[in-house]
């Protein structure tokens, strides 16, 4: 309900008489004292100062009038109270009375809500819906409030509060600081999380040439900073010494281990780095390319610290030349964790296998130089049964005395082998003290350590003690057509063990050759079937325990 006009001094009187519940009055005037028609809700008090006195809130139009509440409270001003409701008479004095007050503290205090709170038919700002800025003193509605808090208001700025957009997740990864409707953007957490952890704003693929990566990020940095981190997707592999230059900021080296130029293959075409700025270049994160495998890194630890070899004398192990050159060395370690043994590595010199063997043995220990004793003048490669290569290959005092299988002593060899053809020729090569085992697979009248192959074409690792017994392990996956790298490791008294291409294929513990028998190389085959047991072999080489 609407507050009633209050009209200072004004005072009437009823044109007729109404009941106790009449709900229309009619007054004898019709204008204010101005002289205007009486018009809206009014608070009128009939039979003032009588036992009869009543209030009333009233609408009127001219002298006629609409009674909305009869007897209304003189406390609270709301209210309709039936003992405060009377007959009036024709006569019976009429006033505006000020009780709308009350109606407007009780509005103030919050006991009531106000009418109107869109402000319709609130005459007294009406038409100051749309101040000028420069007023100060004006009311608007809310529409204007709306309008003027998020059209009007500043953009923010770094120094200013004010209207702010959100920025879409690409605007974000653009480094976009301005949206469409021309506010500042800020990022949603959301966004910047998945940000960095998809390294959004650090990550470029390089389109630089060999060993001049560059890359363009978005939004591009202004300068170097120290601890400054970045993310390449190199396009070559490097040469050499490389640089970075990141959106053009300049040119600037990559190093490892600190402070070293990068070497030939240390980043890998299409290969993922992570580099640093320390404020003069960057420092490549993480492993090179040509790092050592750990395995690698475990046998130089074992070797370096198990002997007093230097880093410059293993440069020139051998032959006086350049250990970072490519070649060969004409000697081999053994495989096994055997480094507080010592041992001499030597092949046997030959100029070709189907033509001559030069056997060289070792005349002192204590020198341990090795002097030719013999030389067999025929090697045939074919179908030819039991070549044993050598007589007492192995001899360790100036008096010549053969290495003997009962010696304890390890003896390793190995050299690379191929089988001409299949069939049911048995062969055998490795080490032996006689011939027989080299056409017989499992033959046990000699002692033996060698690969034997039956009348099927199976392989096996053998070992014999001559007189006593034989034991045959079988050996799979090899094709002995093709070339292969066999390698028998007899490690005295203890076992044999059988390498194939540098794997494991079997270990032999049980008859052991033991005897006081000389310790020889040989290849042979049964010869019983033709060709098909051509054979052919590389020099052997071999590590004997001194």
């Known amino acids: 309900m609407a507050i009633p006009i209050v009209l200072a001094n004004f005072s009437t009187t009823l044109a007729s008489g109404i009941g106790s519940t009449a709900s229309s009055l009619t007054l004898s005037r019709s204008t204010d004292d101005d002289g205007s028609t009486l ?29 909305s509440t009869r007897g209304v409270s003189r406390v609270d001003g709301v209210t309709s109270k039936t003992a405060n409701k009377f007959a009036h008479s024709r006569g019976a004095s009429v006033k505006i009375t000020n009780l709308a007050l009350l ?12 009418d109107s709170v869109d402000l319709t ?9 749309t101040p000028t800025s420069g007023e100060t003193t004006k009311a608007c509605n809310i529409a204007y409030a709306n309008a003027l808090a998020i059209a009007g208001a500043p953009d923010a700025t770094e120094s200013v ?54 890359i363009t990020l978005t939004p591009a940095p202004t300068a170097y900073a120290t601890g400054q981190g970045f993310v390449v997707k190199v396009n070559t592999a490097n040469t050499g010494a490389a640089t970075l230059n990141v959106n053009g900021l300049g040119v600037k080296a990559i190093k490892k281990n600190h402070d070293q130029d990068l ?20 420092e490549l994160v993480g492993q090179q390319a040509t790092m050592p495998t750990t395995a690698i890194l475990s046998e130089m630890s074992l070797f370096f610290g198990a002997t007093d070899i230097t880093g410059a004398e293993a440069e020139t192990l051998t032959n006086g030349s350049n250990a970072d050159l490519l070649h060969s060395h004409p000697m081999f370690m053994g495989v096994g964790a055997r480094l507080p043994k010592t041992y001499l590595n030597f092949n046997l010199p030959y100029d070709d296998i189907s033509t001559g063997l030069n056997i060289w043995v070792i005349s002192a220990c204590t020198t341990t130089t090795l002097t030719k004793t013999a030389s ?28 003997m299988f009962n010696s304890g002593k390890d003896v390793f060899a190995e050299f690379a082998h191929r089988r001409g053809g299949t069939g049911s020729e048995q062969m055998g090569f490795g080490l032996t003290s006689g011939a027989a085992v080299l056409s017989d697979y499992d033959d046990q009248t000699v002692d033996a350590a060698c690969f034997t192959v039956d009348a099927a074409g199976a392989l096996y690792g053998h070992t014999s003690s001559a007189g006593v017994g034989h034991t ?45 028998t000389a310790i020889k190389i040989g290849y042979g085959g049964s010869g019983n079937t033709g060709n098909n047991g051509d054979y052919t072999s590389t020099v052997p080489s071999f590590a004997v325990e001194i």
């Open 39 to 67: 018009s809206g809700v009014f608070y009128l008090t009939v039979d003032e100062g009588t036992a009869s006195e009543e209030h009333m809130i009233v609408t009127l139009v001219g002298s006629a009038g609409t009674i």
């Open 103 to 114: 109606r407007v503290i009780r509005r103030l205090n919050g006991a009531e809500a106000f």
């Open 121 to 129: 038919g609130v005459n007294s700002i009406s038409g100051l819906a």
């Open 161 to 214: 509060k004010g209207i702010v957009e959100l920025a879409t997740y690409a605007e974000a990864l653009a480094g976009t600081d301005t949206g469409s409707t021309g506010a500042s953007l800020v990022v949603k957490p959301s966004y910047l999380a998945k940000l960095i952890q998809n390294s959004g704003w650090n990550y470029g693929v390089d389109a630089g040439a060999v060993d001049d990566y560059a």
């Open 263 to 282: 070497e030939d293959g240390d980043v890998e075409a299409a290969s993922y780095i992570s580099v640093i700025y320390d404020g003069t270049n960057f």
């Open 376 to 403: 067999v003048t025929s090697i045939p490669i074919g179908d030819n049964p039991n070549y044993l290569i050598s007589a007492n290959i192995f001899q360790f005092t100036s008096g010549g005395a053969a290495l």
């Open 472 to 516: 045959e392990t079988p050996i799979t996956g090899v094709t002995l057509t093709n070339w292969n790298v066999f390698r028998i490791e007899f490690n005295g008294g203890t076992d044999v063990k059988f390498y194939v291409n540098g794997v494991l294929k079997a270990t032999n513990n049980t008859n052991l050759p033991a005897g006081a």
